[in-house]
């Protein structure tokens, strides 16, 4: 990994600034990515913005920012995308600082803002070596998700599209899906969780095997598909199904013949159900009838307490004398055949009893 620190003017960084919304935000004379097409949104507020612009005026120190070098030649803002921004902003007149454009002030004021100068360290190396180095360096500024980190380090034909369809207020895959999906799309939460369904969990493997691709048409179509899928299979919408991890269910069930009414009667059951204290995992277990997944209601101290001493301490298994510590409470009749977590249903048996109930 080369790592090299060089002093860029704002006048150099500002020359040719271009913001054309989708298609990215560019200077340095039309070398420097700084906002890539599709990538987060300015989220600077104003006070931010202006801390900048006074702290330039003023020829304190900015905090130092990070450019990775492509092979084409060209340069990519890692860390200091807000701040460059901010910059650029106001030297081409986009908002005032204490009541003065850039434009209005002096000719020396202006020389002063345009001589300033920047600390950017120059990062080079393989795709590992910049993702871990960059990584390391994710201390300042708004600071990058780890989506954010890896669309700099893959950056490309292929990211630049999967962006246009996951990485936009508004974008296609918000209005198909925000419903199901937790995160915001513009800090990169929407492509990354589409990439991990996918990759089925190898997001740097699948965004390296596919960074020259010349369209994301292929992670397009497969989430369109998963939510599709979870539209067909449960047709009622509840908010416990947001932030779910769909691509999952839809990787392993999507073959299953599921009928759509059955599950939904079911849900609506399980709703209800008090003993459920997850009702997210309601929907993955009614496709693997896992009970983990549901955190069914446990028995309370005092209610163990009650049948620990009605039992005397003996197991009613085993009839051996046991420490209230060594004892676990059990559902006399398993929940999945409609027990209750209550008093009349509860017995304390040894550990070693209960495992052998619990695997029958």
């Avoid at 003065?100 to 393989?126: R, S, W």
């Avoid at 962006?163 to 915001?184: E, I, M, Q, V």
Wanted: hydrophobic share 35%.
């Amino acid at each position: 990994m080369k790592i090299t620190l060089k002093e860029i003017s704002v006048r150099d960084l500002v020359q040719d600034y271009q913001d054309q919304a989708e298609n990215g935000v560019t200077g340095y004379g039309g070398k420097l990515d700084i906002r890539p097409p599709y990538q987060r949104e300015f989220i600077y507020k104003d006070k931010q913005r202006e801390a900048v612009i006074d702290t330039v005026t003023k020829n304190f120190p900015l905090n130092v920012m990070y450019w990775a070098v492509r092979q084409d030649g060209g340069f990519e803002v890692i860390d200091g995308q807000q701040r460059t921004i901010s910059i650029c902003q106001y030297v081409k007149g986009e908002f005032a600082f204490d009541m003065l454009y850039f434009h209005n002030l002096p000719a020396d004021k202006q020389e002063q803002i345009l001589n300033y100068k920047l600390m950017v360290y120059f990062c080079e190396g393989t795709d590992s070596e910049k993702l871990e180095w960059f990584k390391t360096i994710n201390i300042a500024g708004e600071e990058l998700t780890e989506q954010e980190l890896r669309n700099a380090v893959y950056h490309g034909s292929w990211v630049y599209d999967a962006k246009r369809y996951f990485s936009k207020t508004g974008c296609p895959a918000y209005g198909l899906a925000s419903d199901y999906l937790a995160g915001s799309a513009i800090r990169q939460d929407y492509l990354e969780t589409a990439i991990d369904w996918l990759s089925k969990g190898n997001i740097d493997v699948y965004m390296a095997n596919h960074q020259h691709d010349p369209n994301a048409g292929e992670l397009w179509l497969y989430f369109q598909n998963v939510i599709n899928w979870v539209r067909v299979v449960f047709p009622v919408y509840r908010k416990e199904m947001k932030g779910l991890a769909w691509g999952e269910l839809f990787n392993e069930f999507k073959d299953t013949p599921l009928d759509s009414k059955t599950l939904e009667e079911e849900i609506a059951v399980l709703m209800q159900d008090d003993d459920v204290t997850n009702k997210k995992g309601i929907y993955r277990f009614v496709l693997d009838r896992k009970e983990k997944h549901l955190n069914i209601r446990a028995f309370s101290p005092s209610m163990k307490r009650t049948v620990y001493q009605k039992q005397q301490g003996k197991c009613p298994l085993c009839k051996e004398h046991f420490e209230l510590e060594e004892m676990e409470a059990d559902h006399i009749t398993p929940w999945h055949e409609g027990g209750k977590t209550e008093l009349a249903n509860c017995q304390m048996l040894c550990k070693e009893c209960n495992r052998r109930k619990s695997g029958k």
